[in-house]
């Protein structure tokens, strides 16, 4: 919801941390992928690639929350192509 409010918002600044959060989101969810063969329920953006976990059970493989945000975030802001998709 934050990436989605500061996407919308007509500050440049905004739009740019918006996009940064998206890109860090989505790098972690495919060196997590790449790594485990899995999409998961929870990602540690500050740890590349490493899937997170808490709460009152055991976080799950294939979410669909965490699909769908990857696909979100890759049709609002695509993939910069200056950057490597890996950590």
């Not at 919308?8 to 485990?36: C, F, L, M, P, Q």
């Not at 910069?80 to 950590?87: H, V």
Request: net charge neutral; with cysteine.
């Amino acid at each position: 919801m934050i990436v989605e409010g500061l996407g919308r918002s007509e500050s440049k600044k905004a739009r740019s941390v918006a996009e940064d959060i998206a890109v860090r989101w989505i790098r972690t969810n495919y060196v997590g992928y790449k790594k485990t063969g899995a999409m998961h329920e929870k990602y540690d953006v500050e740890k590349c690639g490493e899937f997170g976990g808490g709460g009152e059970y055991v976080p799950q493989t294939g979410f669909g929350w965490s699909n769908g945000v990857v696909l979100a975030f890759l049709e609002e802001f695509g993939w910069p192509q200056d950057r490597k998709i890996g950590c």
